[in-house]
């Protein structure tokens, strides 16, 4: 497995990945010897690669993978662009750099862009390096789509991405000892082991020009907010339940003073703790036939309690 990675030349990139892995609990000793992991930016022509190196990939890549992004939800589509556009560009080179093969794709895409109104700059880059997608798919490049929501945390270990919205969300709470009394409904949830299986189930499958996009959404991938309020208080934490005006209050003092839940100030209003959740306009039927026969863990309190404890273990690792 060649896995690009971002960093400064000081750095070996290959250590950076086995830290990311250890972080999240996910690295094993002996699949080191699988991994290479060349130096590179998404932004940049060839991924910054001298040109020998890019050949060499272009020789001997079987499959890609091409789920990496800027995923921000504050900048701009044109702050995004290099990253998600111009990166979804070079992927797109290097599958079709070879004289005689082009290399299939696989896109991890986002369901926001779906939404009418597309209203942040990263649902923006993502509809359109999705059009490079399709545009490729037409000229004859075998590729596939795969829109995803929100990606919670490994069923098991509770483990997630700590600037993921829900997870920053989740820890400004306990931070403040509150949360909102409106916080009811459910949310879609897709467990990021349950993902990644699903993933690798789906490029197996074969190749249909009419089915060549999935929603990975599910009626059992649904967590219900009252889990979360039982977790919270479960955490040997005494947490209280405020009205709406006072949750806007708590929200804006919290994120002036801390910086990195700005999104959380930007993307969670008050509106959006509302009962329920609906899919729109998304068919995931081909998906739901096409996973039938993995296992779905079960997205219950415990799962919720999971989580939170996560985020408090990564809270206290940082005092």
């Not at 990311?20 to 699988?34: G, K």
């Not at 992004?69 to 290097?94: C, P």
């Not at 290399?103 to 390096?129: C, D, E, R």
């Not at 059992?220 to 479960?234: P, T």
Request: proline share 3%; charged share 20%.
């Amino acid at each position: 497995m060649i896995c690009l990675v971002r960093c400064a030349s000081s750095i070996d990139p290959l250590q950076r990945l086995r830290q990311t892995m250890i972080s999240y609990l996910i690295w094993n000793e002996n699949d080191e010897y699988r991994l290479i992991a060349p130096c590179g930016d998404l932004s940049k022509s060839t991924f910054g690669l001298d040109e020998q190196v890019f050949q060499s990939l272009v020789d001997q890549v079987d499959l890609i993978f091409h789920c990496a992004a800027n995923v921000n939800f504050i900048l701009s589509a044109h702050q995004l662009a290099k990253d998600n556009v111009f990166g979804t560009r070079e992927v797109l080179r290097l599958a079709t750099s070879h004289p005689s093969r082009s290399i299939p794709v696989h896109f991890i895409s986002t369901l926001s862009v779906l939404s009418s109104s597309k209203s942040n700059g990263y649902a923006q880059t993502k509809w359109m390096a999705e059009c490079l997608i399709n545009q490729a798919i037409k000229a004859g490049l075998s590729a596939k789509i795969y829109r995803l929501g929100l990606i919670g945390p490994h069923s098991r270990t509770g483990v997630a991405n700590p600037k993921d919205l829900y997870t920053l969300l989740f820890a400004a709470m306990l931070g403040m000892h509150c949360y909102p009394q409106i916080l009811q409904g459910c949310r879609m949830v897709l467990l990021v082991d349950l993902t990644a299986r699903s993933l690798v189930h789906l490029s197996r499958l074969p190749n249909h020009s009419a089915e060549h996009v999935y929603h990975l959404i599910h009626p059992k991938n649904r967590m219900q907010m009252d889990a979360v309020i039982e977790g919270l208080h479960r955490c040997d934490m005494k947490m209280r339940k405020v009205d709406n005006d006072e949750w806007e209050v708590q929200v804006n003092r919290w994120c002036d003073q801390k910086c990195e839940y700005e999104c959380v100030k930007k993307c969670f209003f008050i509106e959006q703790f509302g009962a329920g959740e609906s899919e729109g306009p998304v068919s995931n039927a081909e998906y739901q036939a096409a996973v039938s026969d993995l296992h779905l863990p079960t997205i219950d309190k415990e799962y919720a309690y999971r989580w939170l404890t996560f985020i408090l273990d990564q809270k206290n690792s940082r005092v």
